[in-house]
């Protein structure tokens, strides 16, 4: 349920690429085209309502990313 409900939320021109799940944190990898995709995919899932993401998130110059989430009310993150 938790992949589905996170792959239906992936904005075009981007993808995940891992999604490891432990205890209450869910750890997301994947690739963006750009800043503003990244941003809309946190925007998205922090929509969710069941995640809480618990830092921002990390994206490289070359688009990799990672997002670090707990199950929860979801309180949202920012692209760096």
Same mark, same amino acid.
Do not use: H, W
């Given at each position: 349920?938790?992949?589905?409900? %996170?792959?239906? %939320?992936?904005?075009?021109?981007?993808? +995940?690429?891992? +999604? &490891?799940?432990?205890? *209450?944190?869910?750890?997301?990898?994947?690739?963006? =085209?750009? $800043?503003?995709?990244?941003?809309?995919?946190?925007? $998205?899932?922090? $929509?969710?309502?069941?995640?809480? +993401?618990?830092?921002?998130? *990390?994206?490289?110059?070359?688009? *990799?990313? =990672?997002?670090?989430? *707990?199950?929860?009310?979801?309180?949202?993150? =920012?692209? &760096?």
């Amino acid at each position: 349920e938790i992949i589905v409900s %996170v792959n239906s %939320v992936v904005p075009q021109g981007c993808e +995940i690429n891992s +999604i &490891k799940y432990s205890g *209450k944190n869910l750890f997301i990898a994947g690739q963006a =085209e750009n $800043r503003t995709i990244a941003a809309e995919l946190v925007a $998205r899932i922090s $929509r969710l309502n069941f995640f809480t +993401i618990t830092q921002d998130i *990390k994206l490289q110059p070359d688009g *990799k990313f =990672e997002l670090v989430m *707990k199950s929860g009310a979801a309180t949202g993150g =920012e692209a &760096k």
